[in-house]
């Protein structure tokens, strides 16, 4: 089993740029898996004449070449390039009980110890105190109050100016109860322990 992604999506530049990128996955016959090919063209020009393009597979090796002259630019390679490592957060005894690597850190401990039922395991029992929580108090999601974001029913103009270049593009607010925002004064005001010192796997929250 692997991630894969299939699809063709648009990053909208306010620049006045648009890339396209195509993924397609591996096929019952043919085919590889990861595989992507993108181009970026200017959306004034109606014909989308690429000005770069980009191909291979994005968990691998992929190439990026002039759009005018189809001359290979540049080769990315994991090994060339090894990921950035994600262990610039902080330790995990020094976390919030509700951030993700505390809160998930039994099930994390288990999979990197190879013990995948341990690991289900403990996935079902944050899942499960999670769910009763919510179900001994109706009104657990309407009163909750995300820490750094506000929800807002209003339209985004500059959203929907950016997605009329890519039809069938829409904010979709009401699957999403709103448009959220990462909002300033919250984060500024939010500080350790959240939530109270509440836990997120304790059914009395502590």
Not at 43 to 62: L, P, Q
Not at 157 to 166: G, K, M, V
Request: charge should be negative.
């Amino acid at each position: 089993m692997y991630p894969d992604i299939d699809g063709t999506y648009h990053v909208i530049s306010s620049s006045g740029y648009i890339s396209e990128i195509t993924y397609s996955g591996k096929r019952f016959f043919g085919g590889s898996k990861n595989r992507f090919e993108a181009k970026l063209y200017r959306r004034d020009d109606a014909k989308k004449t690429a000005i770069y393009t980009v191909s291979g597979c994005w968990s691998g090796e992929w190439t990026i070449y002039d759009g005018s002259t189809g001359e290979a630019m540049e080769t990315w390679s994991p090994e060339r390039h090894p990921p950035t490592s994600l262990e610039e957060s902080a330790p995990v005894e020094e976390q919030d009980p509700w951030e993700s690597r505390r809160a998930w850190n039994e099930v994390i401990s288990a999979l990197k110890a190879g013990e995948f039922s341990r690991a289900g395991a403990e996935k079902l029992t944050v899942e499960d105190i999670q769910r009763e929580i919510r179900n001994k108090n109706p009104r657990y999601i309407s009163d909750w109050d995300p820490l750094f974001f506000t929800a807002s029913h209003e339209g985004r103009p500059d959203f929907e100016a950016l997605a009329s270049a890519a039809p069938g593009c829409e904010l979709g607010m009401d699957r999403t109860k709103g448009n959220w925002r990462y909002d300033r004064e919250k984060a500024d005001r939010a500080s350790k322990p959240y939530h109270d010192g509440r836990s997120p796997v304790a059914i009395d929250g502590h």
